[in-house]
């Protein structure tokens, strides 16, 4: 997700960019190479499409997100588990301890295991989310490539000159004429070759 978010936001941000000095340009230099690049982009065809309506329409996104929600939920119930019994591990040995019924040797013993013990879930823990991670950057750059792949397709098939994204939490390009949306076009292609 992470990934895809940059990779929209940099898209995003040259097309916003390109759009400032295309419009915004008040010197004379700029409003000669302003006329000249509107004489030169009279034919040229943007079109655009919404991540955000992409992302919720998508089953194949939809059943992504469930599943990494779903192994996210048991990561996190199976460590708050081994937490919870180890706390009461650490609680039964400061009792212990308080009323003295523990030698200096079995203190000792118990102390080593109880820290192996929390090295072991600080892991564990490491590792879920390392995992978690893994899966969520594995899905994003394939869902990005699909995306890439059928806006291309689209493009070619409709001669589109520029393919842009629009949404998405942080997105360079504020406002668009939903008149320029291809969105649905995509998720039909997304959703048909699941």
Avoid: C, H
Avoid at 102 to 107: D, E, G, H, I, K
Wanted: proline share 2%; aromatic share 8%.
């Amino acid at each position: 997700m992470k990934n895809l978010s940059l990779i929209l936001n940099i898209l995003l941000l040259l097309a916003v960019a390109y759009l400032y000095v295309d419009r915004f340009s008040t010197s004379e230099a700029a409003t000669e190479e302003q006329s000249v690049q509107q004489e030169m982009a009279g034919d040229q065809s943007i079109v655009f499409i919404n991540i955000d309506s992409l992302q919720s329409k998508s089953t194949s996104y939809q059943a992504a997100r469930k599943e990494l929600e779903t192994s996210y939920e048991r990561v996190r119930a199976n460590l708050v588990s081994k937490e919870k019994a180890f706390q009461k591990e650490v609680n039964d040995y400061q009792q212990k301890a308080g009323t003295g019924t523990l030698t200096p040797n079995q203190a000792k013993q118990i102390e080593e295991r109880l820290s192996k013990k929390q090295q072991e879930i600080l892991a564990l823990k490491e590792n879920a989310s390392y995992e978690l991670d893994k899966k969520t950057n594995e899905f994003d750059q394939k869902f990005t490539a699909d995306i890439k792949k059928y806006s291309d397709s689209l493009r070619l098939a409709n001669e589109y000159d520029f393919v842009l994204l629009y949404g998405g939490v942080i997105s360079p390009m504020l406002s668009a004429n939903g008149s320029f949306d291809i969105t649905d076009p995509v998720v039909e292609l997304l959703n048909a070759n699941e």
